[in-house]
């Protein structure tokens, strides 16, 4: 199994940036994908990116040259940094990990992009 905790989010105006980061309860060495996903008010989950093990990224298109995904490895944490924030970006986001067969979610830490 797999626990992951989220934190990071936050109240910022437009324009702003924050940093989500992602803890893990094992090596993230041994999980292939990791990723980032959002859910707004009335709205499904959406992916915002995800990251391989070798590196390998990959961003939904509204957040392509704002947001960057990283991880560390030896911290067992994945990070989203997101710069130029948009009120379109308020939402929930949750941390993704996909080992072995099943996928697993953190609890989500709320973002609100706001003035």
């Known amino acids: 199994q797999v626990q992951l905790v989220e934190s990071g989010g936050g109240l910022v105006q437009p324009g702003g940036s924050l940093r989500l980061s992602c803890a893990a309860s094992?090596?993230?060495?041994?999980?292939?994908?990791m990723g980032w996903y959002r859910q707004a008010p009335g709205k499904q989950r959406e992916l915002v990116a995800t990251?391989?093990?070798?590196?390998?990224?990959n961003y939904e298109d509204s957040v392509k040259g704002r947001f960057t995904i990283s991880r560390d490895n030896i911290k067992n944490t994945v990070f989203l940094q997101m710069n130029s924030l948009k009120p379109d970006d308020t939402a929930v986001y949750y941390c993704?990990?996909?080992?072995?067969?099943?996928?697993?979610w953190g609890q989500g830490t709320q973002v609100t992009v706001s003035s």
């Open positions: 990251i391989t093990t070798a590196g390998s990224t």
């Open positions: 094992r090596t993230i060495s041994t999980i292939y994908v």
């Open positions: 993704n990990a996909f080992y072995l067969t099943r996928p697993y």
